[in-house]
């Protein structure tokens, strides 16, 4: 599966975003669908996840309750709607897709075997 990340951009401190990933090859409900996000000098880590059987979602607790992913089969996406930002939430933001659908795993980075580019979130204060 090849995945198209999107939405990215500048915004103010308090503002709200949706990111969106876009996926060809193979439907995106056959896969356990994650957001993970860089920041400049940090680790990858872990946002979001959407799992591939039952949709049940995970987060990291940085953005639970602020965040929110999504799955538009129709569409062949997965979306992040990320509110209330602030300077933390400033990186670059990947979509991720995986076979596993164990719930201890699917925050690990090595558990996605597919990876969409980047797109960068800037939140200014």
């Known amino acids: 599966v090849q995945l198209q990340a999107s939405g990215g951009g500048l915004v103010q401190a308090g503002g709200s975003l949706r990111l969106s990933c876009a996926a060809s090859g193979r439907t995106v409900s056959a896969y356990t669908m994650a957001w993970f996000r860089q920041a400049p000098g940090k680790e990858r880590e872990f946002v979001a996840a959407?799992?591939?059987?039952?949709?049940?979602?995970a987060y990291a607790d940085s953005v639970k309750g602020r965040f929110t992913i999504s799955r538009d089969n129709a569409k062949n996406s997965v979306y992040l709607q990320m509110n209330s930002l602030n300077n933390e939430d400033t990186a670059v933001y990947y979509c991720?897709?995986?076979?596993?659908?164990?719930?201890?795993?699917?925050?690990?980075?090595?558990?996605?075997?597919?990876w969409g580019q980047g797109t960068q979130v800037t939140v200014s204060s």
């Open positions: 959407i799992r591939r059987f039952g949709g049940s979602t």
């Open positions: 991720a897709g995986s076979m596993t659908n164990i719930l201890s795993t699917i925050a690990r980075r090595a558990s996605y075997e597919f």
